[in-house]
């Protein structure tokens, strides 16, 4: 993985004396609150319901065991011995206080860590596919090309103060797991007819009030010019986005208001006074970040392991496990663990300090010291031998890292939503907590197969319910919280926005309305048709009458009538 140069750690050094200082004066009364905003924002701290919330970046999702060990340590003495995993595959600490929060940074910086640009109108932590580097689909590794991008966006003076967040995803498998699709810029690895690598661009991509698909604005932009033509689009955006409306302020508006075409020549003409330039991309510069990125030190291992053969033949936990959590390696004899954080009547995505440290030593001891943060809000040890695998289950299931319901429906992304979140409109967890507690019947979840449930708390979609083949998104009706459900929508290659099927629910409705769709698609599917292949042959009719029916008619008058909603405009502008 990448490790800091003298470079870097002086420029976060800097910044978290600059930001100690900020704090001071802030709390002597010398920085108004309304001045602090902007500059504690693009260090991560914002104020939420309850307090003060600092977001930790970790680019790409890579940590070192030292990391994840420094996380710990940090959530137990500044926090509440928890943290929160994201979708940007970040940290959340819900807890910390305000005085406290340089400190933390300095903790940070010891491991080569910091919070910058993970909040505020700039350019947001680069993510990508968890299995990067390892994925056996994977046409390269991609991590050295979201480090460049790391590089480049950090700090950049003329992107600091964008009209809205700008949020990038990089991909190179056959299959995306990165979402590139729903990014306001999504970019796939590709090589053309001379086997040359380059770019495939896709830009105004987004999810939240409006979601949309991103458009492909470059079909193949040759290495060298990555960065010059991500300049050309940013400045585009910096120039002509809204900055009347912040809901009508990313790019994906623009985008769509110019037509991807205009928008395209906008683009060009810009990059013509920047192709070639400083920014240009030299192999040189590549290989240096890739050198970063060079594999970990294998052993040459037999396919199968008869071990691990027998442990799947003798123990059903533990091939239960394999089937949903185990993940194939292109290195032969070893594999890729996916560790849940799904675990009933958790939140989703949230991971004690015992845990962290549980999982650190793992990865020193059977993953060379690394481990990944997912989309999708688990951890994962990407390089495990598979004789190793039984004994690592034994201690992830001690640890409460072994719930074997990887891509199944409590395998759920969940935002912290109103118990936490000041933009909330509703709870998220508890709805959570409900939908795991009807389906918790591991055979049952096997038998209805792949499925994604995201929940999010309010219209910002930061849990990512558009593309999730069932979506939960908490909304507020004459101050009640109501549950609006989408079906259809889904990830990867066909990233799709989910279709609403109707008035919205009150909260225990909910799981019995989700037993209701998976019940349409257990009793309509074919032999090996996932819940998504079922609803695309159907159509949302078939789900949304089972959904509705028998509901109570009170229901259903209250719900039509308040169905209005309206995003927390005052709860934004205070955040």
């Known amino acids: ?112 860590m910091h919070a910058v640009q993970t909040s505020g109108n700039c350019i947001r932590n680069i993510t990508t596919d968890q299995f990067a580097g390892i994925a056996p689909d994977e046409l390269t590794d991609p991590r050295p090309y979201c480090e460049v991008l790391r590089q480049w966006s950090t700090f950049h003076p003329e992107f600091a103060y964008l009209p809205r967040k700008f949020k990038i995803a990089v991909n190179a498998a056959a299959q995306d797991r990165a979402v590139i699709r729903a990014h306001d810029v999504g970019l796939e690895i590709v090589s053309n007819a001379a086997g040359e690598i380059g770019v495939k661009v896709f830009v105004g991509g987004g999810l939240g009030r409006t979601p949309v698909i991103g458009k492909v604005i470059n079909e193949f932009l040759p290495r060298r010019h990555l960065l010059s033509y991500l300049d050309a689009v940013l400045r ?53 970040v890739a050198r970063h990125f060079t594999p970990p030190a294998y052993v040459t291992l037999p396919a199968d392991d008869l071990s691990f053969a027998t442990a799947l033949k003798d123990d059903k936990a533990f091939a239960a496990w394999v089937k949903r959590c185990v993940h194939a390696h292109k290195v032969s004899g070893y594999a890729a663990i996916t560790l849940s954080l799904k675990a009933p009547g958790v939140a989703p995505g949230d991971i004690t300090d015992t845990q ?91 038998d209805i197969g792949d499925i994604s449930l995201n929940i999010s708390g309010c219209m910002n979609s930061c849990g990512h319910h558009h593309v999730a083949n069932i979506g939960i998104l908490g909304v507020d009706k004459n101050s009640e919280e109501w549950y609006q459900i989408t079906v259809g929508g889904q990830q990867g290659n066909s990233t799709t926005i989910g279709k609403v099927i109707g008035p919205s629910f009150y909260a225990d409705e909910v799981p019995q309305v989700i037993a209701a769709l998976i019940d349409v698609y257990i009793e309509q599917r074919t032999t090996s048709e996932r819940f998504i292949d079922t609803f695309l042959r159907l159509g949302l009719a078939p789900f949304k009458q089972r959904a509705y029916a028998g509901r109570d008619k009170r229901k259903i008058a209250a719900a039509e009538s308040a169905e209005t909603e309206t995003a927390p405009l005052t709860k934004v502008a205070n955040a």
């Open 356 to 446: 962290m440290e549980a999982v650190a030593d793992l990865a020193d001891r059977f993953s060379f010291g690394e481990l990944r943060v997912t989309h999708e809000q688990n951890v994962v040890l990407s390089d495990v031998r598979k004789s190793d695998l039984y004994e690592v289950w034994k201690i992830a299931r001690a640890n409460g890292l072994a719930t074997p319901n990887i891509g199944l429906l409590t395998d759920m992304i969940c935002c912290p939503g109103g118990d936490l979140c000041a933009l909330a409109n509703a709870r998220s967890v508890p709805i959570a907590d409900a939908v795991q507690k009807q389906f918790d019947d591991l055979d049952y979840l096997y």
């Open 1 to 112: 993985m990448y490790r800091y140069d003298s470079i870097d750690q002086q420029l976060i050094n800097e910044r978290v004396a600059q930001y100690r200082g900020q704090i001071d004066r802030n709390l002597a009364g010398a920085l108004s609150d309304d001045e602090l905003r902007p500059l504690r924002l693009q260090n991560g701290l914002y104020i939420q319901r309850h307090g003060p919330m600092l977001r930790i970046a970790i680019p790409y999702g890579m940590l070192s065991a030292t990391q994840l060990r420094k996380l710990a340590e940090i959530s137990r003495r500044y926090d509440r011995s928890i943290g929160h995993f994201t979708t940007r595959q970040n940290m959340q600490l819900n807890w910390p206080k305000f005085e406290e929060t340089p400190e933390i940074l300095g903790e940070l910086a010891s491991v080569e």
């Open 236 to 288: 585009v955006y910096n120039r002509y986005g809204r900055r009347d409306n912040m809901y009508k302020a990313r790019i994906k508006i623009l985008v769509n208001a110019l037509g991807i075409d205009e928008f395209k020549r906008q683009v060009d003409a810009e990059w013509a006074h920047l192709k070639d330039g400083p920014t240009t991309l030299t192999d040189d510069e590549f290989d240096r």
